[in-house]
């Protein structure tokens, strides 16, 4: 494929325009959007004037007068139409690691009898931590019983109360059957939840057709909500009644207002809430989200795919040295190319040196995201010659590319 | 006191200059930074620049450029500072109610042979309801057990693992003995957590000399994050080697960017941290944290008393409806002042309207937060008078004062 190839694509591009509601620096192919999502112009002025007006001309005020107390529930409404789920299944608030410890104790109430955590080995690590510590704090003979990708559907048997799985994941892009590990949890007599962190935003998703019970995900990948943006969890409706999550705060109560000792959870899916939330956070995230708007999800992944194929047309054959690690099925693979390479470290900032910015995940893999809401089909395709050169001409082989910085 | 007698306590004011540092809308006086500190300029500022230049322009590589990792312990340092504790004991993160949840998890797991939290009726919902959330999913016998203030120190006995208080009452006012209740709980084999949302950033805090074991509090009061900023907790140098508390996500692995399945909690005050940080949020009260910088916690203190005085020696006299709640003596009472009045809710609708704003607090507390940093002699003065004139000439007498808004 030429340049004038991708240019072409470019040209018929139905979310060309949307490139530019993004403030991306001049020069800068920015293939690291599944771990921190860019800034686009609209948040930036939404975030400057929820600081100046809502919070320093409105004060305590701005409670009521901008609805800061309903911030959480307009965001949900947002992520609800991204992930296939009905309004009110939603509650915006607190972390994804956060979020989960309250699902998993929710889940695990839920199956008394049970006693057996079921996830995969390489799960993303604060998916596995929580349960750890959940299990710890019970005391109750839990168990997290993790297993290779291949051998989950062998093992739930009835000694499973939960299946914790992430769809996507972080390392190699490999996607989970939602649906069908979902219905053979259930078969077993197993809850599921699923961490879409490198899910929702990237593509579309379908948590009610696939009848999955708890869900909870990331608002600052493919969302773009910002740094450390707020998380989000889904509880499916029929289980929202009886929800018992355990970090029982008063903005989960059913009358937080009224100030009264005894907690009584709210009726409704706003029992995920536990302190007051943090608007800042949530103003970035809310303004970023309504870049959604009208975006075809389907049409959205198609264009992936097409960066993907670009990609891996430019890199596969030319770099004999990195091993795809991404499956080449679409329907096998979230929104990004990965690849091991034993100088991984080293190769990402290489190419971060010529304004390439992707990802290492330790200890081998280079990870680049594939966002179609801010990458042209050229910019792919250009990232990808880069890469060429920095393999072919050993750019990565400079000591200075060896030194690991604090966050890696 | 005259307008003229205030106006010369504003001149020998030290912290006068301070106030220009915060943009209160003109007109305003405001007495609400108890609920929702107000703006600094420097903010405004600082979190435009994190949003457009650490984001925008620095995009992922801002968690090493702008050191957003550490971010989170560069802000405890400045609250060690206010809370009399030494480097190392506190960590900035989540919610106060969700640093509460891991804190008390971690007393009781440290009292394995006792069964009851002490707590105070009337104390604020949230830790209540947050300990009533633990003992449902500990299901091992766990009691909250609440008693009036007076009866606290005899409540201490073998059956409490910890006493859980805050220091001041959010409607009265009322200061505990934070060091003589810590020393009884010790004394009876208690440990103590001491929720400080109404002391840190009001006055001089010791936790240190206290002896108390754990402590949370709240970045958006008097510390000015902005609204739902993230929270603190505090843990004695002594607990922290063994602390477990049981929401283990990546960020207090000791190792987060190893990336390994199994949990293994930081050896610092960082095994507090859960998920990603919030670094919209945390840049503001970095930010807002900076005016304490130089700050004589006991000459601030001084003011807020004096500022007491003013407001009382006004309002009492003339407005005999109103009941004040407040302790009189200065160390038994946190920086604001109360009073009960059955139609409090209309009475601070009334206020409002009048361009001073105060707080109502059910069922029927009328409450002002007296912060020396933004206010002055004259405005506790002007706004006392108002009080005066709106209980007076029954201002808060109209239907349209009694409409409740969604947050109260």
Redesign the interface.
């Known amino acids: 494929m030429t340049r004038a190839d991708v240019q072409a694509l470019d040209r018929e591009d139905l979310f060309a325009p949307l490139r530019n509601a993004f403030?991306?620096?001049e020069g800068?192919i920015?293939l690291?959007g599944n771990?921190?999502g860019?800034?686009q112009g609209a948040?930036?002025r939404h975030?400057?004037d929820v600081?100046?007006q809502?919070?320093?001309?409105g004060?305590?005020?701005?409670?009521?007068t901008h609805?800061?107390?309903?911030l959480p529930t307009k965001i949900a409404g947002k992520i609800e139409g991204l992930i296939g789920v009905p309004k009110g299944t939603v509650a915006v608030c607190?972390?994804?690691?956060?979020n989960l410890?309250k699902v998993l104790?929710a889940a695990l109430h839920a199956r008394p009898s049970r006693r057996v955590i079921l996830s995969e080995?390489?799960?993303?690590?604060?998916d596995?931590?929580?349960a750890?510590?959940?299990i710890?704090?019970?005391?109750?003979g839990y168990e997290l019983r993790?297993v290779a990708t291949d051998e989950l559907a062998d093992a739930i048997n009835d000694e499973v109360a939960v299946v914790l799985l992430t769809e996507v994941n972080y390392r190699t892009g490999r996607r989970l059957d939602m649906a069908e590990l979902t219905r053979l949890a259930h078969a077993g007599g197993a809850l599921t939840i699923w961490d879409l962190a490198h899910s929702a935003g990237a593509f579309k998703v379908e948590l009610a057709a696939a009848n999955v019970d708890f869900a909870v995900g990331c608002g600052?990948k493919f969302l773009n909500g910002?740094?450390?943006?707020?998380?989000f969890a889904y509880v499916a409706p029929q289980h929202i009644k009886d929800l018992?999550?355990?970090?029982?705060?008063?903005?989960?109560?059913a009358t937080?207002?009224?100030?009264?000792?005894?907690?009584a959870p709210a009726p409704s899916i706003e029992r995920m809430r536990?302190?007051?939330?943090?608007?800042?956070?949530?103003a970035?995230l809310d303004s970023a989200l309504d870049i959604f708007d009208g975006v075809d999800m389907l049409a959205l992944r198609a264009k992936a795919d097409r960066l993907f194929e670009i990609f891996s047309s430019v890199v596969v054959p030319e770099c004999p040295e990195l091993e795809l690690v991404t499956p080449l099925a679409p329907n096998q693979r979230g929104s990004q190319i990965a690849f091991r390479f034993e100088e991984a470290y080293a190769g990402v900032q290489a190419l971060?040196a010529q304004n390439v910015?992707g990802?290492f995940?330790?200890p081998d893999i280079m990870r680049f995201g594939l966002t179609p809401l801010y990458l042209s089909h050229e910019d792919v395709w250009q990232a990808a010659h880069v890469l060429v050169k920095v393999m072919r001409d050993r750019l990565w082989d400079q000591p200075a590319y060896r030194v690991r910085?604090?966050?890696?």
Chains 1, 2 share one sequence.
Not at 59 to 64: A, E, G, H, V
């Open positions: 403030e991306i620096p800068v920015y690291d771990s921190l860019p800034m948040t930036r975030v400057a600081v100046s809502q919070w320093g001309e004060l305590i005020r701005s409670w009521n609805d800061w107390i309903d607190d972390s994804t690691s956060i410890f104790a080995r390489n799960n993303f690590p604060t596995l931590h929580i750890q510590g959940l710890d704090l019970l005391a109750d993790t600052y910002g740094p450390g943006a707020p998380a018992r999550q355990p970090i029982t705060g008063w903005f989960g109560h937080p207002f009224n100030f009264v000792d005894d907690y536990v302190g007051t939330p943090p608007i800042l956070s949530l970035a971060i910015i990802d995940r330790t910085a604090k966050v890696v």
